[in-house]
């Protein structure tokens, strides 16, 4: 992060939901990929813009019903081709957008009883995306809501940059998730942004998991403190 002479960096909110030590994700409470699915494309299409095109992969994850998985393999390879990736753990392939359904159909048909010996989905699509959030009142996103704004403050190892906004979803043969990292202004706008993205959820989002980033004396570097929800703030 470099602060040229006279560059006063802006203070900025974000919610990171969920930390990977308090689960990781949101349920999107969903028994069915396919509602998963629509409840994603309800809400990114409510409150996000795309920065750039998603990334969609399916994953098929070892110690499943042998049947299951075999199915799924030789599905994913003729719908998707070669795997992306391959380990112990789990086999990846790349899914470009025209093919997401068939993706979703091949979780369907192996069904909610498809899960791994730890009880974990035998499979499920993913979709990780960065996005620029929708301010509901000019309904276009935030214009000082930006990576470069910020300086490129790298909030951890990740990749993660303050100003850059970002979701990922899981969506599974048993369950599906939804990880957020939110970045909205320290102003007026904050509340009506914050009930904003609640109101196109279907999940609350935590109250413990709201921060305000300010610039450090030296204006080189940037520190978080915990702060109240502002779902709930009508001030």
């Not at 409840?39 to 110690?63: D, H, Y």
């Not at 392939?93 to 979703?104: D, M, T």
């Not at 159909?105 to 993913?126: C, M």
């Not at 100003?163 to 939110?182: C, K």
Request: with cysteine; net charge positive.
């Amino acid at each position: 992060m470099a602060r040229t002479q006279g560059t006063t960096f802006p203070q900025v909110v974000t919610y990171d939901g969920l930390p990977r030590a308090a689960g990781g994700a949101h349920s999107l409470r969903a028994k069915h990929p396919d509602e998963a699915f629509q409840r994603l494309q309800s809400f990114a299409n409510a409150c996000t813009e795309p920065v750039s095109s998603a990334s969609w992969a399916f994953e098929i994850f070892a110690g499943g019903p042998p049947a299951s998985t075999e199915q799924l393999v030789a599905l994913a390879t003729e719908r998707f081709g070669g795997p992306r990736y391959r380990a112990q753990t789990h086999t990846e392939w790349n899914v470009r957008p025209e093919s997401v359904n068939h993706a979703l159909a091949a979780l369907i048909a192996v069904g909610p009883d498809a899960v791994t010996t730890h009880g974990r989905s035998l499979a499920a699509l993913t979709y990780n995306t960065p996005v620029r959030l929708i301010d509901p009142d000019a309904h276009a996103p935030y214009p000082d809501i930006t990576p470069d704004a910020f300086g490129r403050f790298a909030v951890d190892g990740y990749g993660r940059l303050l100003g850059d906004s970002g979701i990922r979803a899981t969506l599974g043969t048993a369950a599906s998730s939804l990880s957020l990292w939110f970045n909205l202004p320290d102003d007026q706008r904050l509340s009506p942004g914050a009930r904003h993205l609640q109101s196109h959820l279907p999940f609350k989002l935590s109250a413990k998991h709201w921060r305000l980033w300010r610039p450090t004396r030296s204006g080189d570097s940037y520190h978080a403190t915990k702060i109240p929800s502002p779902v709930h703030d009508r001030a």
